[in-house]
Structure formats: structure tokens, C-alpha cells
């Protein structure tokens, strides 16, 4: 696993941003860096290759429309994203997950909603 992928995994494994991810997740015939699969959210890291490679570009656009053909959504970092702004990283990926209205957590007792 790449550095940026240590990095970024050290950062969110165990449900330290509410969800729990798994990596290196089989999703047909595509291995994805990082899946919550609570919330369908894929997280690819991308090396310089895939962009000097029209090839590699042409690889990534036909592997996201299969994924979202799925219902998974992908957020794709470069590694100097990783290495060079963790927490902007880590916000994005923050702001994704509660975007996603399966984690609206329930009103708790006594209040409006909590029965």
C-alpha cells in the first residue's frame, strides 16, 4: 500500500469519522483503495499516473460509471492531497458522509420526534 493509502487509512479506519470503512474492497471486477459500505462512498487515491496517461483517465471515467451505475459514490484524492492537506481530505470526506441521510441520527428521548 502506498504511503498517501497508510496515511489516509491510519485517518479513518475503526469509525473515526462515523462509518466504518473497509480497504482494498472487491466491487466487480474493480479493487477500491477504501468502501463504507453503509453509505456506499468509495475513496480512490490517485497516483501522478492517472494523469499523464490518457489510457489510465479513460480506465478511471469507466470504472465511476460502473460504480455509480451501482448507487456507490467515489471521491478521488491525488497523494499530495494526502500528504499535504490531511485535513482538508479529511473534511471532504467528513462532509460527504453527512450528506448521507441514513445517518441522520434519531432525536433522543423528551425531545420533538423521540417518543
Known sequence: MPISEVILWQAIRGKQLGVKFRRQY?????I????????KLAIEIDGETHFISPEIQEQDKTRDHFLE??????????????MNNLNGVLRAILDEINLTPSLILPLGKGEEGGG
Open 26 to 30: 472487491v466491487a466487480g471486477n474493480y
Open 32 to 39: 477500491l483503495d477504501f468502501y463504507a459500505p453503509k453509505i
Open 69 to 82: 451505475n451501482k448507487g456507490i459514490k467515489v471521491l478521488r484524492f491525488l497523494n499530495p492531497d494526502i
